[in-house]
């Protein structure tokens, strides 16, 4: 049976993991503050390593190897067993529709920056260990409530601006959108094919806010005012992901797990 480690036991990604990846293989949870302090001879249980932790300054400050738990944690090794399944971020590529992994690089934030990066790192220095995921837009709930996120996705963001009791306007980008089941379903896939490599993780499909928006919310969606969209809409190609998963995530799903998520 496969192990992973799962890093970040208090993050909206890793707790999520945890409980879906629990039902297929046997999963360890911690936290990065306890996982840098074990020894070496604990990670050889472990057939995977997924990092799902994250420091504030590395989402907010210029690259800085202090802040990088990546690097961090594989630095504690000269060698390893495990493959390691680094989360980066569309962010890295310039917006665009139909983005493959090959595609322009062109990264505009500090966190974007960060992670490419990273990755170049990691690629260098794990070479055949490596599963790194460029993730679109996740749309989930957290395990735990009062859970605290360093980096807040889509769907925090939405919870803020729905609280509001005025009329929004927002650009009626389109964006490459993904539940969290369907992403724990992909990396389930992954895991179990020992695959390797830089995939882009997605549904693959334009989805434009208004369609999201009025899924998650019909109400909350007649406060909002739609303007064209904006130069930052970008969709991912998930081509090459498809061919090493079981099942392809459907828009169709997306949408019924939208509906749902606030009942």
Do not use: A
Request: proline share 1%; hydrophobic share 35%; charged share 30%.
């Amino acid at each position: 049976m496969k192990s992973i480690l799962i890093i970040g036991k208090k993050s909206f990604i890793g707790s999520n993991l945890k409980n879906y990846l629990k039902k297929f293989y046997r999963v360890d949870c911690l936290t990065f503050e306890d996982v840098i302090k074990k020894d070496i001879l604990f990670f050889e249980n472990f057939s995977h390593v997924i990092n799902t932790s994250i420091h504030k300054n590395y989402i907010n400050e210029r690259y800085r190897l202090i802040n990088d738990l990546d690097r961090k944690f594989i630095l504690k090794f000269k060698k390893i067993n495990f493959i390691y399944i680094f989360l980066n971020t569309r962010k890295i590529y310039l917006p665009n529709s139909n983005i493959t992994e090959n595609s322009i690089k062109k990264p505009s934030c500090f966190y974007s920056k960060n992670k490419l990066k990273t990755e170049q790192y990691l690629k260098k220095q794990l070479k055949s260990k490596l599963l790194s995921l460029r993730i679109g837009n996740i749309i989930g709930k957290k395990i735990f409530k009062n859970q605290r996120n360093n980096h807040k996705l889509f769907f925090d963001n939405y919870l803020i601006l729905r609280k509001r009791n005025k009329k929004i306007f927002i650009n009626n980008d389109f964006k490459d959108f993904l539940s969290i089941i369907q992403f724990c379903r992909i990396v389930r896939d992954l895991v179990k094919n020992n695959v390797i490599g830089i995939y882009n993780v997605s549904i693959s499909k334009k989805i434009f806010l208004s369609e999201i928006l009025y899924w998650l919310d019909k109400k909350f969606y007649k406060k909002i005012k739609f303007t064209n969209y904006s130069s930052d809409s970008f969709s991912l190609n998930n081509k090459k992901l498809l061919k090493r998963i079981v099942k392809k995530p459907l828009k169709s799903e997306l949408k019924n797990f939208c509906e749902k998520i606030l009942s």
